[in-house]
């Protein structure tokens, strides 16, 4: 048992180097289209004449990437994921090209959809490819390995896009991509024809008008956020109602009232990735308008949490017999330390290497949980709803980052501004703060699996 947990090699046996491969390749491919194309939105829009519409290309991958989500776990628990495997990485070259060869922002628009469809479609297969290639010992391990994967675009990602902006052109942060999406869809190839897959008993689950709803709400919220306004409140509301009408027929029953078992598996994810997401988005605006950081030092703390994410993540990896929900509680906790902390930090009477700290212990505590979820999730589903339950676990994620991401920008409408935001921060920070407590809580209620 002691060698086995040891195994040095899970990853790169003869059996799996070629899915290990290929998978990292994709991971690390969106994350560093996602790093990049922040960084050069402003040129991109600018040079399009677009920046009345600056938020659409966001809105509009991140629309496109709810409705892929949910329509990829539908297939994959039909006929499989090698289909959506292959399908999602051609979609996002497709969007790839068709954005770097954009000529008006109207094709901009219509690339970022095709990337949006891709990374939903995607990542759900390879999520759904690791559960079928990859046993539950070794599947920390591949988590790890992933999250690992997003570190350097994130360390690196934002400084070669804006170098590469500013000496080649914006258009090269995507078409400069396209190469690897061919290699990684190449590689995925092999890995496709070898897959098996159990016809699974038909289902009656909701389908593409649900999805465009759930998309709708989460457009309507994120651009309410964005674009403050009493209309916005208006069809923000409605946006809200159309998306918890969509949302219960997209999640496991129970999910809502994180009832034990999957139930709170899901909504765990939902909470995580709330919590996280509003101190991710606000935190350099604290450090800039608070400390007085420079743009290219204001998120570096979140640099620093990519990398205490990374680092816990891989310590979880070669603990195999860990007790998952031990970990995802002490995430929980860990998380509730940080975003607190980061409260503290938003203020200016508090020093700005505070933020530091809040990152480095958010990072770990979200390295060691979101693993402990996903494998969490594989052990409660049956394969035949691995698909489903997968993407309502993103969907969470998503839909609790839009709510906490608008909730910020709603107080700092309210308590504060844009040029002094410590009020709104502070306040903000408490409530992310007990939505990783509520977490805490919750896992308390279901019965241990190991």
């Known amino acids: 048992m002691i060698a086995e947990t040891r195994r040095p090699g899970v990853l790169w046996t003869a059996e799996h180097r070629t899915t290990t491969v290929a998978s990292l390749l ?52 039909r006929r499989g994921p090698a289909i959506p495997m292959l399908a999602g ?16 922002m109207a094709l901009l628009l219509a ?20 559960a079928l290639v ?56 092999p890995v496709a024809r070898r897959l098996t897959h159990v016809a699974a008993p038909e289902q009656r689950r909701a389908g593409f008008v649900v999805a465009l709803g759930a998309a709708a709400g989460v457009a309507a919220l994120t651009w309410a956020a964005q674009h403050p306004s009493p209309g916005a409140l208006g069809y923000g509301a409605a946006g809200l109602v159309v998306l918890a009408l969509a949302v219960r027929r997209l999640v496991p029953p129970g999910t809502v009232t994180a009832r034990p078992g999957l139930p709170t598996v899901v909504a765990s994810r939902a909470l995580l990735g709330g919590a996280f997401a509003g101190m ?73 290497w505070l933020a530091f700290v809040a990152c480095l212990i958010t990072g770990a505590g979200m390295g060691i949980a979101y693993p402990s979820i996903t494998v969490l999730l594989m052990r409660f589903s049956p394969e035949h709803e691995r698909g489903f339950n997968t993407s309502a676990m993103q969907l969470g994620d998503w839909v609790t980052s839009a ?35 509520l977490g805490v809580v919750v896992t308390r209620r279901w019965p241990r699996q190991g």
């Open 111 to 130: 690339g970022r959809v095709l990337q949006g469809l891709g990374s939903g479609t995607v990542l759900v297969a390879v999520a759904l490819l690791i």
């Open 403 to 437: 709510l906490t991401v608008g909730f910020g920008g709603v107080l700092l409408g309210l308590l504060a501004s844009a040029g002094h935001p410590a009020p709104a921060l502070g306040v903000l920070a408490l409530t992310l703060a007990a939505l990783a407590l």
């Open 26 to 77: 994709v991971v690390t491919l969106i994350a560093f289209e996602s790093m990049g194309v922040a960084t050069a939105m402003p040129t991109m829009v600018a040079d399009l004449d677009g920046q009345r519409l600056y938020a659409w290309p966001f809105t509009a991958f991140l629309v496109a990437s709810v409705v892929a989500t949910v329509l990829s776990g539908r297939f994959c628990d």
């Open 280 to 352: 991710e988005a606000y935190l350099p605006l604290a450090m800039a308008r608070v400390h007085g950081y420079s743009p290219a030092l204001a998120g570096l703390p979140l640099t620093a949490s990519a990398l205490s994410w990374s680092a816990a993540s891989a310590v979880q990896g070669r603990r195999p017999d860990w007790s998952r929900e031990t970990l995802l509680r002490t995430g929980f906790g860990m998380v509730a330390a940080g975003v607190a902390l980061f409260g503290f930090a938003a203020q200016p009477w508090f020093p700005g």
């Open 89 to 104: 990485p051609a979609l996002f070259l497709a969007g790839l090209v068709v954005a770097g060869t954009a000529p008006h």
């Open 134 to 189: 990859y046993t539950d010992r070794e599947r920390p391990v591949m988590y790890a390995a992933n999250a690992a994967a997003w570190v350097l675009p994130a360390v690196v990602g934002p400084t070669v896009a804006g170098l590469v902006t500013e000496h080649l052109g914006w258009r090269w942060v995507f078409l400069g991509l396209a190469p690897l999406a061919v290699l990684g869809l190449a590689m995925l190839v």
